[in-house]
T-cell receptor, first 113, second 119 residues
Framework: KQEVTQIPAALSVPEGENLVLNCSFT??????LQWFRQDPGKGLTSLLL?????REQTSGRLNASLDKSSGRSTLYIAASQPGDSATYLC????????????FGKGTKLSVKP | NAGVMQNPRHLVRRRGQEARLRCSPM?????VYWYRQLPEEGLKFMVY????????ESGMPKERFSAEFPKEGPSILRIQQVVRGDSAAYFC?????????????????FGEGSWLTVV
C-alpha cells in the first residue's frame, strides 16, 4: 500500500531558526513529489515540485530534497518567519494520473516571534 | 488570472439531503481533480476529470457520490443522501494539459475548498 507519512505532526520554533520537515513514502517508484502549504480555512499552495530524476529543488528560503532509495523527502526552511506558520503537506505522485496525489497528514508549523 | 474558484465555501445540509459543490478551474486548465479532507485526516484523491470525461475515479465512494465536468460550465461534485460522515472539506484542483514531452512537470492549483457540514 502506498502511504506518505510526515513527522512531526506539529512543530514550534522561534523566529529566525532553520528547520527541517520530514516526509517518508513507502513505495520508492515515485514519479514526483510535491510540497504544499495550507493556511487555516484555505486551499493548498504549491511550494516545490521534485521530479523523480531530481535530487532537490530550491525556491527562496525553501529547499526540498528527494531520496528515492530511502523513501524520504525533506523540506528545509531557512531563517523562519512568523509568516511561515502554516501546515506543510507533502504529496507523492506515482504516475497514475497527474493529480492523483497521495498526501501525508501534514506538519503544523508555528514560528514564534 | 483568477485562481480555482469553488462555491459554496460553506454548506450545511441535513441528513438525507443532496449537496452540490461547484468548481471552476483556472483559465486554460482542462483537468480537474476533487479531493476530500476529513477531520484529522490527510487529503484523499477522489476523481480526475477532463471536459465531458471521467479519467480516474478510483477514489470515489461507490455509492451516493458522482462528479461531472460538462463541456460548458463548472465541474460539479454531487453527494446524494448525505450522512454525517460526509462532513469534510472538499477541495478542487486544476492543471494545464500535459506538455509536449509528456512530462507532467506542471503543478496543480487548488481552490480554497468547500466545507460541508451535515447535521
Amino acid at each position: 500500500k502506498q502511504e506518505v507519512t510526515q513527522i512531526p505532526a506539529a512543530l514550534s520554533v522561534p523566529e529566525g531558526e532553520n528547520l527541517v520537515l520530514n516526509c517518508s513514502f513507502t513505495d520508492s517508484a515515485i514519479y514526483n513529489l510535491q510540497w504544499f502549504r495550507q493556511d487555516p480555512g484555505k486551499g493548498l499552495t504549491s511550494l516545490l515540485l521534485i521530479q523523480s530524476s531530481q535530487r532537490e529543488q530550491t525556491s527562496g528560503r525553501l529547499n526540498a530534497s528527494l531520496d528515492k532509495s530511502s523513501g524520504r523527502s525533506t523540506l528545509y526552511i531557512a531563517a523562519s518567519q512568523p509568516g511561515d506558520s502554516a501546515t506543510y503537506l507533502c504529496a507523492a505522485n506515482y504516475g497514475g494520473s497527474q493529480g492523483n496525489l497521495i498526501f501525508g497528514k501534514g506538519t503544523k508549523l508555528s514560528v514564534k516571534p | 488570472n483568477a485562481g480555482v474558484m469553488q462555491n459554496p465555501r460553506h454548506l450545511v445540509r441535513r441528513r438525507g439531503q443532496e449537496a452540490r459543490l461547484r468548481c471552476s478551474p483556472m483559465k486554460g486548465h482542462s483537468h480537474v481533480y476533487w479531493y476530500r479532507q476529513l477531520p484529522e485526516e490527510g487529503l484523499k484523491f477522489m476523481v480526475y476529470l477532463q471536459k465531458e470525461n471521467i479519467i480516474d475515479e478510483s477514489g470515489m465512494p461507490k455509492e451516493r457520490f458522482s462528479a461531472e465536468f460538462p463541456k460548458e460550465g463548472p465541474s460539479i461534485l454531487r453527494i446524494q443522501q448525505v450522512v454525517r460522515g460526509d462532513s469534510a472539506a472538499y477541495f478542487c484542483a486544476s492543471s494545464p494539459p500535459y506538455g509536449p514531452t509528456g512530462s507532467t512537470g506542471n503543478t496543480i492549483y487548488f481552490g480554497e475548498g468547500s466545507w460541508l457540514t451535515v447535521v
